[in-house]
C-alpha cells in the first residue's frame, strides 16, 4: 500500500511574503490540505495566506479544535483530527498541515502529530519550520531579541503573568505570545520587575490595521486585538525607526 506523507508547514505570521520558498514547493504538490479553525467558526488566516500557492484542485479542509480548558474535549478533539488526517494519507495522497508562523512553536500542528504518531506510526511526517510572529515582530521595530550572552525566554500570556513573575530576576528578555486576553496582567508583571518601560506591544503584525504599543500599561485598561504579543528587555529599549 502507498502512503501519503505529511507536511506540517508554518506559513509565517500574516504577511503573505513570509511564506518560505520550501513551503511554497510542497503546498504545489500536495494533493490535500488542513488547517485548524475554532469550533465556533471556520476562518483561517493560514488557509488565506497558502490559497495562491495551490493548485485550483486541491481542497482545503478546516479542522476544528475547541478553545477550551477541558482536557477531555480537547483530546478527543485532537484524536478525531488525527483520524481524519490519517485516513486521507492512507489512500495515498500528500497532505499538509498548515499553520500560522512556525509549526513546533505554539503549534496545534504540534498536538495533532503526537496523536498521527501513536496511532498510525508508519505514516511520514516531514515538518517544514516558518517564521515566527515574534521574529516578524523584532524586524517591525528594529529591536534584537537577543545579544551577546543575554538569553531569551517564550512565554505563552495565556494565563497571564504569573509564570514570568517566578522567574522575572533570571529573564534578560522575555516574549509574550497569545498576550490578548491577560495583556492587562502581563504589563502588571513587566512593571513589578522595572520592565515595562523597556516593552512595546505588537497587535497585528504585518497585518492591516498593525499597531505599535510603546506603553504596554494601556494594556491594563482595554484588552489588545486577539493578534498581540510583547517583546520585553531588561536592559536596552525596544526601538522603532
Not at 519550520?129 to 545579544?147: D, M
Amino acid at each position: 500500500m502507498t502512503l501519503g506523507i505529511l507536511y506540517g508547514i508554518g506559513v509565517g505570521p500574516g504577511d503573505p511574503d513570509f511564506i518560505t520558498l520550501k513551503a511554497v514547493e510542497i503546498l504545489s504538490k500536495v494533493d490535500m490540505v488542513f488547517a485548524a479553525s475554532s469550533s465556533k467558526n471556520t476562518h483561517s488566516l493560514a488557509a488565506e495566506i497558502v490559497k495562491p500557492h495551490l493548485k485550483a484542485s486541491v481542497p482545503i479542509q478546516r479542522l476544528p479544535f475547541p478553545m477550551t480548558r477541558n482536557t477531555q474535549a480537547k483530546e478527543s478533539a485532537w484524536q478525531d483530527n488525527a483520524g481524519t488526517v490519517i485516513k486521507v494519507l492512507e489512500q495515498g495522497k500528500n497532505a499538509a498541515f498548515i499553520t500560522l508562523g512556525d509549526c513546533m512553536t505554539y503549534s496545534t500542528y504540534g498536538y495533532l502529530i503526537k496523536y498521527i504518531q501513536k496511532l498510525a506510526p508508519h505514516i511520514e511526517i516531514c515538518s517544514i519550520p516558518g517564521i515566527t510572529s515574534y521574529q516578524a515582530a523584532a524586524a517591525r521595530i528594529n529591536t534584537p531579541l537577543v545579544e551577546g550572552e543575554e538569553s531569551m525566554t517564550l512565554l505563552s500570556g495565556v494565563m497571564g503573568g504569573d509564570k514570568f513573575r517566578q522567574i522575572s530576576d533570571r529573564v534578560d528578555n522575555v516574549v509574550f505570545l497569545k498576550a490578548y486576553k491577560n495583556a492587562g496582567d502581563i504589563a502588571k508583571a513587566l512593571d513589578e520587575a522595572g520592565m515595562a518601560q523597556k516593552s512595546v506591544g505588537i497587535v497585528k503584525c504585518g497585518l492591516e490595521g498593525e499597531q505599535i504599543i510603546h506603553n504596554v500599561n494601556t494594556f491594563q485598561e482595554k484588552k489588545p486585538d486577539y493578534w498581540t504579543l510583547i517583546i520585553a528587555k531588561k536592559s536596552g529599549y525596544c526601538v522603532e525607526s
